[in-house]
């Protein structure tokens, strides 16, 4: 896990820059999906593989927050969990710059506030736990502190130790699961649909607690989403990936204002607006296909209303606009889009 | 409850008044237990018109889904009506024996839920499935009604329909069987469609594509729509008009985009705030302390006073009503002179 283990092929950036937390590069992850062995041998089916993440690439910044978005299935939970070393790369790289704390440098938040705490535990427990693995403490009196300490710094009371998750609502489970996650003292915290579950008004106070927490502990976020709203709030830089690909990836206001890639154009048309809504549109821009047979050349190619025979065909590279904008597009190489700005 | 069901099922007779299609009045739907009633809905009432679609949106636990299931007649036991009556075209419903609202569901309610895969059953083709919804409710030949699904399922956008009937739900995609749902639904031309949160287990790309089939159907075919969800952002692109609901309760109801621009409701004011804008980064999330109560322990007054910044001594003593206020009814005492300056 040291930082000077980068060196990239492609037109990407070159090393792990000063600044980078987390450096990825060429990141893949392919699973096997073929039936059981005998029914293998029986029905003469072949092995069949499916690539979750297909050469991933992105920093991210040093006390920043790099989000990842995309439709079901595009392979951003694959992300997170070879991030936080749940699963191992099939290939590529993971480099985190080890200034962080020395243990347990990446936690994970997980979506699901239900069913990621053990509901037989009093909540003192869930947080106490990876302070007493790690021996992060000595003794049990400092490990009660440094609970009640967490327990605090998320909003929650000291008094809640005692009780057991289902005695607490979605937004103050998800606050448990906060406080497990910065037990460990991380620098790094990887956040996949932290939010997702929750109420609009209960998302407002755990984005703000996390926002507050980011400021006030230095905190680096690789943070997943699939609400735009929430991605533009939470991140300095977004990433958009589709059927396992980063298709864009751009400074938050970049992207916001100036998408590239027909796909984010296509996701920015589709985010449900408040302000103009746009009650009457017919949108015809077809399903996502599946990621166990993607389509040729470019994944995108079949609902894309710029592709050319090219893209059928000719897997695009990833350039490098603007320094800092990564775009994987033949319409934008060959100067076929029409002006950002029309979103 | 349910003995004197057939007492005033006849009511309103031949006469050619406008009835709004759907009309709930003061709804109350109580879960008994063992330790005491809690009422999920309270003193709810509504009306869509032909042609309307009316969003109830509110927060996990709100009462949206009860409303719906208590207008379809499928409460769970031992979740059942306590008050109010329900309207459907002017002739109560909420007192019909359970054969006859069987017949009305289906027939002249579309239900339309969350997960397509409750409403399909895996082992029939999708073919099958319309073709005897269609026969149950309308008297079509075998032939006939195949060519009727095959329409329905072109009109909500599946493409080479005839091909494609043949198939089981599994090899549909998800936007996809949620259509062949919506296409069940309108299956015997009902007046009044029930959605409950249709496009939430779908992807934005997706969900804006059932929206705008929604909007499309409401309009052709004249139904009434009622759309329940938490997601504000679909309700401002599909709904016309907007009831909010808090702890059980309606707290504003109004125009779409009275209640979703310009809301009078601090829970209603609050809950737009929250949301994070999408023109640009804000430094903090306008956010309401809190949790909505549980229905075990929905406070005395307005149930929204512990949380609210405006409250005054009134609120914590009388349920608020309903009121008018500018392009929309507001269930607050700021409104009605209960709260001194
Ligand atoms: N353990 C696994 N074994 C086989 N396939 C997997 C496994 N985990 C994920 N996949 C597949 O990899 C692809 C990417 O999945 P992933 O969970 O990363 O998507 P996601 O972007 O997080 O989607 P969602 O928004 O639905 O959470 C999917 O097609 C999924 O079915
Ligand atoms: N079987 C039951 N027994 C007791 N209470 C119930 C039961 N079913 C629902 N309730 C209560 O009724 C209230 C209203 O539930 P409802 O399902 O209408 O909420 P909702 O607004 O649809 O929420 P969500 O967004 O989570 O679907 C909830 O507080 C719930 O706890
Ligand atoms: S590469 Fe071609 S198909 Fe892919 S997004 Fe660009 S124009 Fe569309
Ligand atoms: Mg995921
Ligand atoms: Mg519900």
Redesign the interface.
Same mark, same amino acid.
């Given at each position: 896990m040291s930082a000077k283990s980068v060196g990239v092929t492609g037109t990407r950036k070159g090393t792990t820059e000063a600044g980078a937390a987390l450096a990825v590069r060429a990141l893949v992850k392919t699973f096997d999906i073929s039936a059981p062995f005998l029914n293998r041998l029986i029905e003469r089916k072949p092995r069949r593989y499916l690539r979750a993440v297909d050469e991933i690439s992105f920093d991210v910044p040093k006390g920043g927050c790099l989000s990842l978005v995309g439709?079901?299935g595009c392979g951003k939970s694959t992300v997170a969990r070879l991030v936080v070393g749940l699963y191992s790369p099939t290939s590529g790289e993971i480099a985190f710059s080890n200034s962080g704390g020395e243990q347990g440098l990446t936690t994970m938040v997980f979506q699901d506030p239900y069913s990621s705490l053990n509901p037989r535990w009093r909540v003192f427990d869930i947080v106490a736990e990876p302070i007493r693995e790690l021996k992060l403490r000595s003794t049990e009196n400092e490990v009660r502190a440094r609970v009640e300490e967490l327990l605090q710094t998320v909003g929650l009371s000291p008094r809640d130790g005692r009780k057991y998750p289902h005695e607490f609502?979605?937004?103050?489970r998800q606050r448990i699961s906060i406080a497990r996650a910065l037990a460990t003292e991380p620098a790094f915290l990887v956040c996949d649909e932290p939010t997702s579950a929750l109420?609009?008004?209960?998302?407002?106070?755990i984005?703000?607690l996390m926002?507050d927490l980011q400021d006030r502990l230095g905190l680096t976020y690789l943070f997943i989403s699939?609400d735009?709203?929430?991605v533009?709030?939470m991140s300095d830089r977004i990433a958009v990936m589709y059927l396992g690909r980063i298709v864009e990836e751009a400074p938050?206001?970049t992207l916001?204002e100036e998408p590239l890639h027909p796909y984010t154009r296509?996701?920015l048309d589709?985010?449900?607006?408040?302000?103009a809504?746009?009650?009457?549109?017919?949108?015809?821009?077809g399903?996502?296909p599946s990621p166990i047979d993607p389509p040729s050349g470019c994944a995108f190619h079949p609902r894309c209303p710029l592709a050319n025979q090219r893209c059928k065909s000719e897997r695009p590279a990833v350039l490098l606009r603007d320094g800092d904008h990564q775009i994987a597009c033949h319409a934008v190489e060959e100067g076929r889009y029409a002006p950002a700005g029309m979103t | 409850m349910l003995m004197q069901a057939h007492a005033t099922t006849t009511g309103h007779s031949g006469a050619a008044i406008a009835h709004p299609v759907l009309e709930v009045r003061n709804l109350r739907v109580v879960f008994p237990t063992r330790h005491g009633v809690l009422n999920a809905v309270s003193d709810v009432s509504l009306t869509i018109n032909k042609g309307e679609i009316l969003g109830l949106v509110g927060?996990?636990g709100a009462g949206k889904s009860m409303t719906g299931m208590a207008t379809l007649g499928l409460l769970e036991p031992p979740g059942r009506i306590a008050e109010g009556e329900i309207l459907l075209d002017g002739r109560r419903i909420d007192n019909l024996p359970e054969r006859e609202m069987a017949k009305i569901r289906g027939r002249r309610i579309g239900a339309i839920f969350q997960d397509p895969l409750t409403s399909l059953h895996p082992l029939f083709t999708v073919g099958a499935q319309l073709v005897e919804t269609i026969r149950l409710h309308l008297h079509l030949s075998r032939s006939q009604a195949r060519r009727r699904a095959i329409d329905l399922l072109k009109e909500v956008?599946i493409p080479a329909a005839s091909d494609r009937i043949d198939d089981y739900p599994h090899q549909f995609? #998800?936007? &996809?069987r949620q259509r062949v749902v919506i296409a069940l639904a309108l299956a015997a031309e009902p007046e009044l469609i029930i959605a409950d949160e249709p496009t939430t287990a779908l992807?934005?790309?997706?969900?804006?594509?059932i929206?705008?089939l929604l909007?499309?159907i409401c309009r052709e075919r004249a139904a009434a729509v009622m759309l329940v969800t938490?997601?504000?952002?679909?309700i401002?692109?599909?709904a016309d008009r907007v009831a909010v609901l808090y702890a059980g309760r309606i707290v504003e109801v109004g125009h779409?985009d009275a209640v979703?621009?310009a809301p009078k409701h601090p829970y209603a004011k #609050?809950? &737009?705030d929250?949301?994070?804008?999408?023109?640009?980064?804000?430094a903090?999330?306008?956010?309401?302390?809190g949790?909505m109560p549980r229905p075990d322990s929905i406070p005395e007054g307005c149930a929204f006073h512990s949380r609210c910044t405006l409250a005054g001594p009134h609120c914590r003593i009388a349920v608020p009503g309903l009121v008018e206020t500018e392009g929309s009814r507001t269930a607050c005492w700021l409104y009605s002179g209960g709260v001194e300056a």
């Open positions: 439709e079901s609502s979605g937004g103050q109420d609009v008004s209960v998302q407002a106070q984005l703000n926002r699939h735009m709203s929430v533009r709030h938050s206001e916001f296509l996701l589709t985010i449900p607006a408040l302000d809504p746009n009650r009457d549109r017919e949108i015809t821009a399903e996502v | 927060e996990s956008g995609s #998800g936007g &996809m992807d934005v790309s997706i969900q804006a594509q929206t705008a909007r499309r938490h997601d504000m952002g679909v401002a692109e599909t779409v979703i621009h #609050g809950l &737009m929250s949301i994070p804008p999408l023109e640009g980064r804000v903090r999330l306008a956010q309401i302390d949790s």
